[in-house]
């Protein structure tokens, strides 16, 4: 069996999440980082601008890729995904393709996540604050 590949997108703004409620099986009903599989004519980041603007109306661009989550029992289809750290660069925020709500969460009011998708936005939050660091030290030399 050949598994498939996906791409996921992480933004955090003012020191928010950007989660969707899942509309589609499996996990219908849970919460997740915004994503989805590539199409058979796209690279990675065709997917993910496409993914996010179909889940929820932005237009984003990748700013740092968080990782490439590939344990098989990492949900019940064996996906394999790309996750990246966006930002965003156009639209306004409305649900929209598989996903049935979105919302912003503060980093201490997650909801339980869908998958290992608790471990990506961890990722990327652990990437958020080093760019903080970094900024900080660079402002004090």
């Known amino acids: 069996m050949v598994r498939e590949f996906?791409?996921?997108g992480v933004i955090i703004q003012d020191n928010k999440i950007l989660l969707i409620k899942r509309g589609a099986a499996p996990g219908i009903g849970e919460w997740?980082?915004?994503g989805g599989r590539i199409d058979q004519n796209e690279d990675a980041l065709g997917c993910l601008?496409?993914?996010?603007?179909?889940?929820?109306n932005l237009d984003?661009?990748?700013i740092a890729l968080i990782g490439i989550y590939s344990d098989p029992n990492r949900d019940i289809r064996g996906v394999i995904t790309a996750?990246?750290?966006c930002r965003i660069i156009g639209g306004k925020l409305q649900h929209g393709d598989d996903a049935a709500q979105a919302e912003w969460?503060?980093?201490d009011a997650l909801p339980?996540?869908?998958a290992d998708h608790s471990k990506i936005v961890e990722d990327a939050m652990e990437i958020v604050k080093m760019?903080?660091?970094k900024m900080k030290i660079s402002k004090t030399i």
């Open 112 to 114: 339980k996540l869908w």
């Open 105 to 107: 969460f503060g980093p």
């Open 60 to 62: 984003v661009e990748p």
């Open 131 to 133: 760019k903080i660091a």
């Open 49 to 56: 601008k496409r993914e996010m603007k179909e889940e929820t």
């Open 83 to 85: 996750a990246y750290l």
């Open 32 to 34: 997740a980082v915004p």
């Open 6 to 8: 996906a791409c996921d």
